[in-house]
């Protein structure tokens, strides 16, 4: 689930945090695959998308030909989440799947991606975890965490920490990519790291004493994962934009039915290699969005559990950590016309 993994460029921004205990490799470069399911014309609207539930979800429409019957000249195009990113940013894409926090960072370098729906929110696939001797967020004083800097997983623990009246200055950081923090975690230096699924099972099974001290639960609304569509794209295409919303509408509602659930587990599994059984203990940690729930969360609200609130908070968290340097006006990056409509 290689879901958030920037950039070098965005990810040198990162930097400003500190190089305490840092190891830093390099994030793994992935190669596009598109899925043209429609030939109505020769300008598809372009959609990245990634490994990462409640994007890849996105397979059911495609392969059930719901675009088609939708009448919407889609291609989706799947990548690795660092290359979608990169791809969006040099105009290649008209949207990209992206956490909203991550929709902060590449807004900030030029990049900007309006949001104009909410696929899921992550509900216990971000997880903290910790060995034997750890057994709280209070017990993290003075110890040593593994976490990719900069990332939705750092927000996380920053926000657990500072939940339990503590802040980075409390713990060492030790930089490195997601899918390396399970090797990482192997070191006897390593106390915790902080970390998504299905690295975070690999911890788990790399050090069988550990477990998760703190997820995504215990914060539901922190990180969204979210449709960003570009300015120019969204202002040519919202009739087509609003077809694709209702499309995403039936497709949750394909999982969620469960006459159809093993269905959908079985092509969203096909996608990515791996097996149902485990895969639907991935979506039992995402929490799906129906076009109701999107109506909830496009209202306007300083809580986490609306898309302003949270992008509002991460918007914060980015500036404290000097990710970047001027507050940016998420009401600008949000469009909720399209789910209200």
Known sequence: MNRRLFTFAVLSSFMLFGCDNTATVSAPEGEATSEKVTTLNDDPISIGYSDWPGWVAWQIAIDKGWFDEAGVNVEFKWFDYSASLSAFASNQLDAISVTNGDNLVNAASGSEGIIVLVNDYSAGNDQIIAKSSVTSIADLKGKSIGVEKGLVDHLLLNSALADNGLTEADVTLVNATTNELPQVFTNDSIDAVSIWQPNANQALKNVPSAKAIYTSADKPGLIYDTLAVSPASLSAHKAEYAKIIQVWGKVVNYINDPATRDDAISIMSNKVNVPAGQYSAFLDGTKLMGLEDNKRIFAKSDELSSI?????????????????????????????????Q
């Open 308 to 340: 302003y609130g949270s992008s509002y908070h991460v918007n914060q968290f980015n500036i404290d950590n000097q990710i970047y340097d001027q507050k940016l006006d998420i009401d600008k990056l949000i469009y909720p016309d399209l789910i209200n």
